[in-house]
């Protein structure tokens, strides 16, 4: 199972920006994909969950309205769209996959490396 | 929001000493909880599940135990690559919530 970000960069508050995730080595569809992120020096902040035939998804309150999840399975790729951007969104942002298939839910037993976003003008 | 609260921030232990770090969920989430293990710029690992279950890959030495809404990851001898960062984290309720972390540091 491997996981692989990318998509940050610098951007200026108020932009935006497309992080990607691709997976192999295992059914894209069937699985929960998540994002989690961790500011510098700080711990992790689970950000958004998407899973189901109907792309059930969930996001932090901090996120919420100005971050969309989604998924390309045709690609085996997870996108997140990060708008409205402020600077204490600023973090490393990891794809991370559940460890079983929904309902069951045994957290997340597969990660990327991370992208970095840095919000800054 | 379930809030999840790890005791202490940071804990100095020696290798070979048997440490337990600490996490307490705001309400019950039954036995809902995952530990991360967190490496100076690497990635989490899932380290146990289902509150007690180790993952894959990890010794023995790890081990997790619950009663109520408090959650403990004890080593029972530590070694010198057991020195991280231990993250829990709920996922019985939206939003997944974690604890801000327990760094185990050398004595």
């Known amino acids: 199972v491997q996981l692989e970000e990318s998509g940050g960069g610098l951007v200026h508050p108020g932009g935006s920006l497309r992080l990607s995730c691709t997976g192999s080595?295992?059914?894209?569809?069937?699985?929960?994909l998540n994002w989690v992120r961790q500011a510098p020096g700080k711990g992790l902040e689970w950000v958004s969950s998407?899973?189901?035939?109907?792309?059930?998804?969930y996001y932090a309150a901090s996120v919420k309205g100005r971050f969309t999840i989604s998924r390309d399975i045709s690609k085996n790729t997870l996108f997140l769209h990060l708008s409205n951007l402020r600077a204490d969104d600023t973090a490393i942002y990891y794809c991370?996959?559940?460890?079983?298939?929904?309902?069951?839910?045994?957290?997340?037993?597969?990660w990327g490396q991370g992208t970095t976003v840095t919000v800054a003008s | 929001e379930i809030v999840m609260t790890q005791s202490p921030a940071t804990l100095s232990v020696s290798p070979g000493e048997r440490v337990s770090l600490s996490c307490r969920a705001s309400?019950?989430?039954?036995?809902?909880l995952a530990w991360y293990q967190q490496k100076p710029g690497q990635a989490p690992r899932l380290l146990i599940y289902?509150?007690?279950i180790r993952a894959t890959g990890f010794p023995a030495r790890f081990s997790g135990s619950w009663s109520g809404t408090d959650f403990t990851l004890t080593v029972s001898s530590l070694q010198p690559e057991d020195f991280a960062v231990y993250y829990c984290q709920q996922y019985d309720n939206w939003p997944r919530t974690f604890g801000q972390g327990t760094k185990l540091e050398i004595k």
């Open positions: 080595g295992f059914t894209f569809s069937a699985y929960a």
């Open positions: 991370a996959k559940d460890q079983t298939i929904p309902p069951y839910n045994y957290g997340m037993d597969a």
């Open positions: 309400q019950s989430v039954s036995s809902n």
């Open positions: 289902s509150a007690s």
């Open positions: 998407i899973f189901g035939d109907d792309n059930t998804t």
